[in-house]
């Protein structure tokens, strides 16, 4: 199994765009004394990914933000999806920063890639590489 996880400073509002506008489910959130999200866990069907925020733990200095970076990252999140279309029309429609849009693969499927409000990269698509002989 393999889980993304990664950081974000305002997570109230991650936790609002990730299920909002890119269409996650709370699997879990937890939250400390003062409602501040601590940890959460989100779904996309059978998958999950996790975020929280800079902490000032052994694992902070490990990583940085986009934004702190150039806007650039090192790694993005593929998401399997069945409805690429339906998907693609509805981020849009809610206003997500698409960076690449839908559009056929060369291995198959199609998908379109998008930055989040901290910078993050998020690839959608409906080729999955767990279904091919």
Aim: proline share 6%; net charge negative.
């Amino acid at each position: 199994m393999l889980i993304p996880a990664t950081r974000y400073k305002d997570c109230d509002a991650a936790l609002s765009y990730l299920t909002g506008v890119l269409g996650f489910k709370e699997h879990a959130v937890h939250r400390d004394a003062d409602g501040k999200i601590v940890h959460a866990q989100l779904t996309e069907g059978g998958d999950i990914f996790m975020f929280g925020p800079p902490g000032g733990g052994a694992f902070d200095p490990l990583m940085i933000a986009p934004k702190e970076a150039g806007g650039r990252c090192t790694t993005s999140v593929y998401v399997v999806v069945t409805d690429i279309e339906n998907r693609y029309k509805a981020v849009t429609e809610a206003g997500a920063e698409i960076v690449i849009p839908l559009e056929a693969q060369d291995y198959g499927g199609q998908s379109f890639t998008l930055r989040d409000p901290e910078g993050h990269i998020w690839t959608f698509g409906d080729y999955d590489p767990t279904k091919e002989s």
